[in-house]
C-alpha cells in the first residue's frame, strides 16, 4: 500500500510503545486508516499530525463498562439508543479525525436507524461520545469533538468522570448533569465506576441496574403521592 507521508518521527512496532505521532497528508491518514482497521489501535487526525495509540486492557474494559451502564439504563427506560462503537468520523474539509471510544445517537437514534454506514455532512454527529483517557494521548482530541459537532462528550481518566456540553461558543463546558441522558448524575456514574476495583463487571452492572430500578419506583411513588394530594 502506497501512503502519501510528508515526514515522520522514527517509529517503532506499536507493541512496544503507546503511541507514536507522524505527519502526514489527509490522504496519508485515510491509507494509514484502511491499513489499520482491524488493528486495536485508536487514530487521532489534527490538521495534519496523525496520531497511532495502542489500547491498554484497562481502557478496554472502562470504555466496555461505561458501555454497558448506558446500555442498561436505556433499557430500563425505554429508551431508543443507536450505539455507533468506535466508528471512524473524520471530515476532509475540517482536515480532522477521530474514533471515539464508544458513541451513540439517542436524541438522533430514529435518524440513524437501520443505517450501515456514517456519511459526513448528511447524517448527524452521535448526541454522546465516550471518550477514556486512561491513557493520555500527545493530541487534543476535544477540539476535534468540538469540530464534528458532537454536543456531548463523557470523559474518564481513571479516576475523575467528567460531562462536558458543547456550548454555543463551541468550547466544552463541564456540567452535573448529562444532556442525552438527563436523569442520571454525574456523581451516580462515578460512584459505581469505582466500584470496578472490588467487584466483577457484570456485579456492577447489576448494582447500577438495581439502582436504576429504584430510582423508577421512587419517581413512580412520588408522582402517586402528587396524585393523591390534588384529589
Not at 91 to 107: F, H, P, S, T, V
Not at 218 to 226: F, I, L, P, T
Amino acid at each position: 500500500m502506497e501512503v502519501n507521508v510528508m515526514s515522520s518521527a522514527p517509529a517503532l512496532p506499536l507493541e512496544q510503545q503507546q503511541h507514536i505521532i507522524l505527519n502526514v497528508t489527509w490522504d496519508g491518514y485515510v491509507g494509514i486508516g484502511e491499513y489499520l482497521r482491524d488493528q486495536p489501535v485508536r487514530m487521532t487526525y489534527d490538521q495534519g499530525a496523525l496520531e497511532i495509540m495502542t489500547l491498554s486492557l484497562e481502557h478496554e474494559k472502562v470504555k466496555t463498562l461505561i458501555g454497558r451502564m448506558i446500555e442498561t439504563l436505556t433499557l430500563e427506560l425505554d429508551i431508543e439508543c443507536q450505539s455507533g462503537g468506535s466508528t471512524t468520523f473524520a471530515r476532509k474539509r475540517l482536515n480532522r479525525g477521530l474514533e471515539a471510544d464508544e458513541c451513540y445517537w439517542i436524541q438522533h437514534e430514529e435518524e440513524m436507524r437501520g443505517k450501515t454506514a456514517f456519511k459526513p455532512g448528511i447524517d448527524p454527529p452521535p448526541d454522546l461520545a465516550l471518550e477514556v483517557e486512561i491513557s493520555r494521548g500527545v493530541l487534543k482530541r476535544l477540539g476535534i469533538y468540538a469540530a464534528l459537532g458532537v454536543p456531548e462528550v463523557w470523559r474518564y481518566d481513571g479516576e475523575t468522570f467528567e460531562v462536558l456540553v458543547l456550548g454555543p461558543d463551541g468550547q466544552y463546558q463541564s456540567s452535573a448533569t448529562s444532556q442525552a441522558l438527563p436523569m442520571i448524575p454525574v456523581a451516580e456514574l462515578a460512584r459505581f465506576l469505582d466500584l470496578r476495583q472490588t467487584l466483577s463487571e457484570m456485579q456492577v452492572v447489576r448494582r447500577f441496574r438495581d439502582w436504576v430500578r429504584q430510582q423508577q419506583a421512587a419517581d413512580w411513588g412520588a408522582k402517586k403521592s402528587r396524585g393523591r394530594k390534588k384529589k
